[in-house]
């Protein structure tokens, strides 16, 4: 447990180091007028802990986000709740497998409750996004980035019940890639939604 908070605290503290080294350079970075959706979203992650996931994760949403910090970074929770979903639904799919010992059907469910946390929380920040706007803003934001946080401790969590011998090594590798992909996302969004905040912030 203690690696996880330490793995959380870490990615976070990442995030916002880099929010904070892009506070000066925040202007240059809005979207100028002749800037294609494309650019704009290539220039966004670079702010991110993985720039090259963020872009390939969000560069097909590129119509939808045009240049709108907001909406990228809506989109980015976006492509987290959907991708946390989809592994969710995988897990328990593997869980039922003929193959799995009782340890390791017993780590796979624990995990899918961490992640059942993580979507709820994501989804909560969805919810907000949409209303994020007002003299409440900075509250919103708030309460967007503490869930966004409490999300990525949650997928943290899980990939610990992977650590050792609990499970074999194919289905570990193969949970625990997907995971951290979950993870990695919620970090890029992280970032992004701290970088409208800093945006906002300078208005």
Avoid at 105 to 112: E, S, W
Avoid at 127 to 153: H, N, P, Y
Wanted: aromatic share 6%.
């Amino acid at each position: 447990m203690e690696g996880g908070y330490f793995l959380t605290y870490f990615l976070i503290s990442i995030a916002l180091i880099t929010s904070s080294n892009n506070w000066k350079s925040v202007s240059a970075a809005r979207p100028s007028a002749g800037e294609t959706n494309t650019e704009f979203i290539r220039t966004s992650c670079k702010s991110t802990t993985y720039p090259n996931l963020c872009f390939s994760s969000l560069s097909s949403r590129s119509n939808a986000i045009g240049v709108s910090p907001q909406l990228l970074a809506h989109e980015s929770l976006t492509v987290c709740l959907e991708t946390a979903q989809s592994t969710s639904a995988m897990m328990l799919k593997l869980a039922h497998s003929q193959d799995m010992t009782p340890r390791e059907i017993g780590a796979m469910h624990d995990c899918v409750e961490e992640l059942s946390d993580a979507v709820s929380g994501i989804k909560k920040s969805l919810g907000e996004m949409k209303e994020l706007r007002g003299k409440d803003f900075d509250l919103k934001m708030s309460d967007i980035q503490t869930w966004v946080s409490a999300a990525l401790t949650d997928e943290d969590t899980c990939t610990e019940g992977f650590d050792g011998k609990v499970m074999n090594g194919k289905i570990k590798t193969v949970v625990r890639g997907k995971i951290l992909e979950v993870a990695h996302l919620t970090s890029n969004a992280l970032a992004l939604i701290n970088r409208l905040a800093a945006l906002h912030g300078q208005k």
